[in-house]
Nanobody, 125 residues
Framework: MVQLVESGGGSVQAGASLRLSCAAS????????MAWFRQAAGKERVGVAS???????RYAPFLTGRFTISIDNAKNTLYLQMNSLKPEDTAMYYC???????????????????WGQGTQVTVSS
């Protein structure tokens, strides 16, 4: 069974940076997609970034290059480096594990079968 535990969230001012971490266990990276999603209060969960076993990354268009997803296989840890944070980035951020389909790791929530408990990010203006 895959287990995911996020950390690194917090309350920051606009323009600050945060790095989220997701400690993962019970999965085989070579056949997995790992991703970050976020859900703001009263809104649907949306994909932020994903990374496939071939290290191909995908990002939500609204990020405009501010976030970077990476994975440390030796530590079984997924990261999300978030720079130039904006108030609209305020949300609960979730780490997720999924299985590629056709070799692709798209940010579609139904493609992901395991989720962490989330870590809150709050950005004030």
């Amino acid at each position: 069974m895959v287990q995911l535990v996020e950390s690194g969230g917090g309350s920051v001012q606009a323009g600050a940076s945060l790095r989220l971490s997701c400690a993962a266990s019970g999965y085989t990276y070579g056949v997995s997609c790992m991703a970050w999603f976020r859900q703001a209060a009263g809104k649907e969960r949306v994909g932020v970034a994903s990374i496939a076993s071939d290290d191909i990354t995908r990002y939500a268009p609204f990020l405009t290059g501010r976030f970077t997803i990476s994975i440390d296989n030796a530590k079984n840890t997924l990261y999300l480096q978030m720079n130039s944070l904006k108030p609209e980035d305020t949300a609960m951020y979730y780490c997720a594990h999924g299985i590629p389909r056709g070799g692709y790791c798209f940010l579609i929530p139904s493609w992901f079968d395991y989720w962490g408990q989330g870590t809150q990010v709050t950005v004030s203006s």
